[in-house]
């Protein structure tokens, strides 16, 4: 089946409730909130590189937008 990038987005967003671009965000800071719990010994730009983000300023501006403190102080 063939889906042009606004139709894919679309059904995307029917299927999961979000974008698809939102999603991928979301399922990184899943990922950066159990390396924060576990990972004490990783530093926040380690934290944001095996999340996905591209620096430690990106991951922190998404972090907070989406759980609301930053990641140093949740962990």
């Not at 995307?12 to 399922?27: A, K, M």
């Not at 950066?32 to 991951?59: C, I, M, N, P, T």
């Not at 972090?63 to 930053?70: D, E, M, P, Q, S």
Request: glycine content about 6%.
């Amino acid at each position: 089946m063939h889906l042009s990038p606004y139709h894919f987005a679309r059904q995307f967003r029917t299927s999961t409730g979000l974008p698809p671009h939102q999603y991928v965000i979301t399922r990184r800071i899943e990922r950066a909130k159990e390396l924060l719990r576990d990972g004490k010994d990783l530093s926040l730009a380690q934290v944001a590189a095996r999340s996905g983000f591209w620096d430690q300023g990106h991951f922190t501006r998404h972090f907070k937008r989406l759980v609301g403190v930053t990641p140093k102080r949740f962990r």
